[in-house]
RNA sequence: GAAGUGAGCCAAGCGGUCGCGGCGGAUUGGCUGAGUCGCCCGGCAUGUCCGGCGACGCGGCGAUUUGCCGAGGAAAGUCCGGGCUUCAAAGGACAGGGUGGUGGGUAACUCCCACCGGUCGCGAGAUCAGGGAAAGUGCCACAGAAAAUAAACCGCCGCAUCGAAGUUGCGCCCGCGAGUUUGCUCGCGCGAAGGCUACGGUGCGGUAAGGGUGAAACGGUGCGGUAAGAGCGCACCAGCAGGCCGGGUGACCGGUCUGGCUCGGCAAACCCCACCCGAAGCAAGGCCAAGCAGAGAGCAAGUCGAGUCGCGCGAGCUUCGGUUCGCAACGUUCGAUGCGGCGCGGUUCGUGCCGGACGACUCUCGGGUCGGCUGCUUGAGGCGGCGAGCAAUCGCCGUCCCAGAGGAAUGACCGCUCACGACAAAACCCGGCUUACCGGCUCACUUCGGGG
RNA sequence: GUGUCUUUGACCGAGCGGCAAUGGUGCCAGCCUUCCAAGCUGGUCAGGUGGGUUCGACUCCCACAAGACACU
């Protein structure tokens, strides 16, 4: 197995596709909130963490929904080495949020670490490794 | 120079790094598919079998690397039109819907171009659902006499009759005076006998000139005419209908004659006329894989024609075994009709498919799947040139390939320049229309002012 | 993506080619009550936007906007 997580690529493999993936996120994950994202985290058994957007027609026109869905794509491309794996993350923005990079990339951070803590307090044993830096635990497991 | 009118074009630019989608190339010790050859270890239904292992080249997926391409003028709204696909095909009539000056363009249009007519503007130009109201039905509030065959009312006029006043004034018949153009005019007086008129009412008749209104009032002005009036007559003007002549493919325009003299508006009210329109939509449709659960209903009775086999009847021949011909229509085959089911968006005509017996049939209801491939981008295509045409557009030649995603590809960072960047992103594809929009550019034209 | 429909005061609804646009809930004021509630009286506030047809449009036609529903 080669080891993707460090790279800044971006493949479809870390990205949540199908229907049922999200419909499992939807029921089964945990929600954590700011002031410009809503995050819904759950476990995938997986190496890598996968991204989701979801984006509602109150963030604005085609091309405004467009512009923050590649920006939320960039963050979490850049920001992979800062987040923990094995997760599966829908990002929801809220009607206000600003698309400013910056903010995206610390609110998105901070959102998956309190995700991160909130699955290991609810259950026992947590499935995934709670990793901040990302490249020290993750990768043995698989 | 200022103000404006119309048409068309552009949609910040350049470079670098990382990342994303598609297509192509190279590499690959990862995964996988089918094939060929080999080994004979395994199975038993001993084979051109099944299975396993190895080698070879080929393909797919993945990985690495590399090259090219990668949202719009509106991609939008979904308001029209077409292609394409499925419904067997897309037929008639009616219903329903749409369109509405003429000619052209187009695959087609509610689009475009040119022209005609109305309205607006000094003008360049703009704008108009712009057929029919003497086929019919309906509506026209309030106001007004009346809102649509014109008639009733007020008014005006004539005739008849009644009443009141009963005398003054007016007018006439009479006398005097003044003036005078000898026609007559003015002033005064008289009588009240008579008559007429003036007043009011009623009745009959004539009339449409007038009647504050209203968005709109049954032609306008003048002269004649009359008891009063009237297109009743005449002249001019407006309008309508018809005929003729000329121009134009045509809408229509110009001229002329005649007519009765005149007929309101609304059809984006019903309607009439002409023309057009089958339905659904790429989540259409096709293929593969996976997966589930079935249940109910129908299949009845014929008719006609043809074929010929079996049977039957008749006739001929006969070696008495049969054989040939004809009839009949019992069985059978085919066709038609009828019947039943379903369908052709609605109704109907017409028509298509299936059904002759328990099925590999038809119909209804129910259940399962929500994966992959395809459709999917070469097209009424772009650019350039030449030609036809006033133009929209068309023809020919050359040249180019220019997104094809699928939880859905264009983002981030850095540097430079400027006018500091609007509205906004494909989802089967085109042609239009409409709406949004920072600004910039080009061409043609109009009006006004100044200069030569 | 495709198809269908709606828009009338702060809210729910009716209506029609000619009004000062109707009703209820609400809100405001007054009366009643010792006070509140209920009741009574009066008032307030309107046809999504822009064009067109018509003498006249909330109504008819067109365009746009906003919203809702259905299919899948």
Same mark, same amino acid.
């Given at each position: ?5 460090? %790279? !800044? ?5 870390? $990205?949540?596709? #199908? &229907? *049922?993936?999200? =419909?499992?996120?939807?029921?089964? @994950? ?7 994202? %809503? !995050? ?5 058994? $997986?190496?890598? #963490? &996968? *991204?989701?957007? =979801?984006?509602?027609?109150?963030? @604005? ?15 979490? $491309? ?6 923990? =794996? ?57």
């Amino acid at each position: 197995m080669t080891s993707p997580r460090h %790279s !800044l690529k971006f493949p479809k493999t870390v $990205r949540v596709r #199908s &229907r *049922l993936d999200f =419909a499992a996120v939807y029921e089964r @994950g945990v929600r954590i909130s700011d002031g410009c994202l %809503s !995050l819904i985290a759950l476990p995938n058994d $997986r190496a890598t #963490s &996968r *991204l989701g957007l =979801a984006v509602s027609k109150r963030c @604005g026109n085609a091309v405004q929904r467009n512009r923050l869905k590649r920006r939320l794509r960039e963050v979490f $491309r850049q920001s992979r080495a800062e987040l923990p =794996a094995g997760l599966d993350l829908v990002v929801q923005p809220r009607a206000d949020t600003p698309i400013k990079l910056d903010v995206l990339r610390q609110s998105l951070v901070s959102l998956t670490r309190r995700a991160v803590k909130k699955l290991a307090g609810r259950s026992r044993e947590p499935q995934t490794a709670v990793a901040t830096n990302g490249d020290s635990t993750v990768g043995d497991e698989s």
